[in-house]
């Protein structure tokens, strides 16, 4: 991917452990790398099809008059503010370098590197208590309107019978597909969060749900610990997961399976 750099970008601001740097700030150096496509521009010699590093420079000296302790909190700060606020940026690599650390040593700078992305996450939505319109209808809103994600797409909803515990009313299910700032295990927090806001209550197991909010895919990522499993490990053989989700990305590839949600479908049909 192509990148816009920024080099020693000199702020004076007021971070730091100590109360006096906060009262009497000091010289910070941020180094940006910026990850986007900008062939468009170059093709077309136009500033709008690209991110304009003047207005990017002017934003960071502005995002840096917030105070905080922790260079790291900063840099934390800034990089998910550049990814918000301009939407060509995919990635952002991103150095935060102080001359004046108070480490009573010779030392030129002390800085901190971080990272930070939008990643492509998949969700599949389920629903049998209640008005499950109602909390479905309630799940996407919490996450469109959450700065952690964007481009958030929403598949129809699909009533199925229910799997596993079978004495339960049907479901209403949907997919979404969306960018996010969130780790997977952040991602997994504010999911359950949501359930928890609609009164979810974990009785039994496959058993009826306010709400059901279950992380399918991140990237191509593979994570298997206590917590968390992606790709989640029954989509693959789930109608009622797979279907929705076709409507969105019926070629996103499996990562372990190495096949395609549509043919990870077409193996998985409607049951009768």
Known sequence: MD?????????????????????????????????????AAGMQDDLTRTVNYAQVCSFICQQMQQT??????????????????YPLVRRVDLELAKPWAPVHLPVESVSVQISRSWHRAALSMGSNLGDSRAHLDAAVRALQSDPMCRSCRMSDYLVTRPVGYTEQPDFLNG???????????ELLDNLQRIEQSRHR????????????????????????????????????NRFFVLKPLSELAPYWMH???????????????EPV
């Open 3 to 39: 990148k816009i750099r920024i080099q020693n970008l000199t702020v004076f601001a007021n971070h730091g452990v100590l109360p006096e740097e906060r009262v009497l700030g000091q010289k910070f150096l941020i180094s940006a790398e910026l990850y986007l496509d900008t062939r």
């Open 68 to 85: 905080f302790q922790l260079i790291e909190a900063a840099a934390e700060h800034l990089a998910q503010g550049i990814l918000r606020e």
């Open 175 to 185: 997919a979404m597909v969306l960018d996010t700032l969130y780790t997977p295990h």
């Open 201 to 236: 209550e974990r009785v039994i197991h496959w058993g009826p749900r306010t709400l059901d909010l279950d992380l399918i895919f991140y990237d191509d990522r593979i994570i298997s610990d206590a917590r968390l499993q992606v790709p989640h490990p029954e989509a693959a």
């Open 255 to 269: 990562p372990v399976l190495h096949r395609t949600v549509a043919q990870l479908l077409a193996d998985n049909p």
